[in-house]
């Protein structure tokens, strides 16, 4: 274990998994949901309707339960952005993404226990753990209590704002899944980040 570094608690290997699943759940379900019609059905409507109801309000628990977590356990250190100096990180990683990769460069920003996330990686997970799952959740929470919405807004019924809101953000947490299970294979080997997230060990 000595070239070894220890990055995922066991919190948060079990938060990982259960979110992931959850979120799988969502995505066919949610699909079901915006597709069915009278003549097609990828899953029983009423189904469809428990199984997103029942994962949505699992995935907001789960998600309050990392937040806390997150904060308390001093992982949250991993996601402060420190603003000097930030942007040109990120491009010096996004450029090794797209040049230094493929002529076998040195990644510019290896893993340390002190930094177990790249520039660009750091962004990535504050936008979607602190940005899109907070619309995600609140605006599920609306729709799941449309009594508490307001009966219009932007000049449309309060329903069909924050669904709408829901819908697009539901995309790009999809959209933000493919991508980070893709960089997830860009390890010592195609599955060492994924074993990585199984064991804890680096
Ligand atoms: C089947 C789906 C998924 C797989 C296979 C997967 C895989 C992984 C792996 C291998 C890592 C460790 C490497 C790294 O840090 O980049 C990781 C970390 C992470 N993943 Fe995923 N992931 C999945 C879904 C998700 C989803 C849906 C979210 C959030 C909406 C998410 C958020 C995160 C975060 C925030 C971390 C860093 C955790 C930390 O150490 O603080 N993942 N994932």
Known sequence: MKDQIYLYPLWIRIWHVVNALLFIALIFSGLSLQYSNN????????????????????????????LFWNHFSGN????????????AEVFRQFRYYAFGIFKNEKPPFPITE????????????VMVMY???????LTGLGLFFPDILPDRMLG?????????????T?????????????????????????????????
């Open 39 to 66: 003549t097609f059905n990828l899953l029983p409507f009423d189904f469809a309707v428990s199984m997103h109801n029942i994962s949505g309000i699992t995935l907001s628990i789960a998600f309050v339960f990392f």
């Open 170 to 202: 539901g995309f790009l947490l999809s959209i933000f899944m493919i991508i980070h299970i893709y960089f997830c294979t860009i390890g010592r080997t195609c599955s060492a980040n994924f074993k990585s997230m199984i064991t804890g060990w680096h």
């Open 76 to 87: 949250g250190e991993h996601y402060r952005i420190k603003s000097k100096g930030y942007c």
């Open 131 to 137: 940005v899109l799952l907070p619309l995600i959740t």
């Open 114 to 125: 002190e930094q177990k996330f790249n520039p660009l990686q750091k962004f990535t997970y």
């Open 156 to 168: 449309t019924t309060g329903i069909h704002f924050v669904d709408l809101i829901h819908i697009v």
